[in-house]
């Protein structure tokens, strides 16, 4: 487990839908986004290999928290998203 | 992996639902009785159940801190079945702060202690909304918070299902459980509402 | 919500990459109103509701497997199809794929 409460993350500014055929549990809005820990949930097996039928390995899942700024052109909501480790990188 | 056949997909979905379920009789895989089980253990899952857990933490502290740390444990505790269910997580409302659940990837809803996600939720008016614009969802259902009261929305994206705690109402001093477990409704505990007592 | 973007943060809906079901905040759903009135489940709805879940159940098929058959639908169709409509294309498009059942059984269970 990589990150402790109140760590500070970027989420991947990734786009493995442009590669082919995927299954994303990362929303398009947070990527690049910049958000705050708040705890471990627990480690779970990959949905990304589970959605192909594919081996799965278990990785850490996080509550991350965003701030409204930086999220939405003109503002928008407090949000409290569950996001896997290998999409996290510290800041 | 290979796609399965557009053509044959895009079959009237009566017709492939009969098909499907010929099929998987014949192969042993899933018998019509068992679907019949499984419809009736699906249909006792209902907002009832959240509202009780609601309101036990309403009454108890010791389980409302329970349902805080362990959603899963909490509805375990009242006898909702929980076996081979996500866990749960327990967002608490407070004075100042709001929740609200969304799933903008597709439906993930606290089916255990809910039943059944409501058309509202699957909606894609719903899920893009209520992440950027939560006041003007609110608004759909003429909820009006309190001023300055940050609204949280927790996007339900992997594992975890979430359900909200909302705040006690005003009015409800000395109600019984069941009294209190009345006024909740699933709105109530997904954060589009708030528990209503009518005078 | 104002309608003037802030300079310097992006539209995120407007990524060409975004796939069509990732919908949080995409500007063209902004300006729909919500149906909130409840719907009846129809006996379609819950057996096919049924069926999902004794397959994932008996190990046959889990929920991603559901959600990237709902995912590969394209997106006309997509918003065309009722919920539970996507469900029985994806349980369909999945014990395909995992040869569960093949095409040809499926062709002639289907006459």
């Known amino acids: 487990m990589k990150f402790a409460p109140g760590a500070a993350v970027k989420v991947r500014d990734d786009w493995p839908e442009a590669r082919g055929p995927v299954h994303i549990r990362t929303p398009h809005y947070l990527r690049g986004r910049q958000g705050t820990v708040v705890r471990h949930l627990g480690d779970f097996a990959n949905p990304e290999d589970l959605a192909f039928a594919r081996p799965a390995s278990r990785l850490p899942l996080y509550h991350v928290a965003f701030a409204p700024e930086g999220i939405w052109p003109g503002g928008g909501a407090d949000l409290l998203v569950e996001v896997f480790e290998p999409w996290l990188q510290p800041i | 992996m290979a796609a399965a056949d557009l053509t044959l997909l895009r079959t009237d979905s009566d017709r492939l639902l009969a098909a499907v379920r010929g099929l998987l009789a014949a192969k042993g895989i899933v018998t019509p009785e068992e679907i019949k089980e499984r419809i009736r253990f699906v249909d006792e899952a209902h907002p009832g159940q959240g509202a009780r857990m609601v309101a036990r933490a309403w009454v108890d502290p010791a389980f409302r801190a329970t349902m805080l740390a362990d959603g899963t444990k909490a509805a375990e505790l009242l006898g909702i079945p929980m076996r081979g269910m996500p866990p749960l997580g327990v967002l608490e409302n407070a004075p100042g702060l709001h929740h609200l659940v969304v799933c903008t990837l597709c439906s993930c809803y606290p089916r255990a202690v809910l039943g059944y996600p409501p058309f509202w939720f699957k909606s894609a008016a719903y899920r893009a909304r209520a992440v950027r614009d939560p006041a003007g969802v609110l608004a759909e259902w003429r909820t009006v918070l309190p001023a300055d009261t940050t609204i949280r929305v927790v996007d339900s994206t992997a594992d975890y299902r979430w359900m909200v705690l909302p705040m006690r109402p005003p009015g409800t001093e000395g109600w019984s459980e069941d009294r209190l477990a009345g006024v909740v409704t699933e709105g109530d505990m997904i954060g589009v509402t708030l528990p209503h007592v009518t005078a | 919500m104002s309608d003037l973007p802030d300079a310097g943060i992006a539209e995120p809906g407007d990524n060409p990459n975004r796939a069509h079901h990732d919908m949080g905040g995409v500007s063209k759903f902004l300006c729909e109103p919500i149906d909130t009135a409840a719907h009846a489940l129809t006996e379609f709805d819950r057996e096919v509701d049924a069926i999902r879940g004794l397959l994932g159940a008996k190990g046959v098929m889990g929920v991603d497997e559901l959600r990237r058959g709902i995912e590969a ?39």
Do not use: C, F, M
Request: aromatic share 10%.
């Open chain 3, 73 to 111: 639908i394209p997106e006309s169709e997509y918003h065309k199809l009722s919920y539970y409509q996507r469900w029985i294309r994806s349980i369909t498009d999945n014990l395909l794929v995992q040869g569960v059942i093949t095409a040809e059984e499926l062709v002639a269970a289907l006459k």
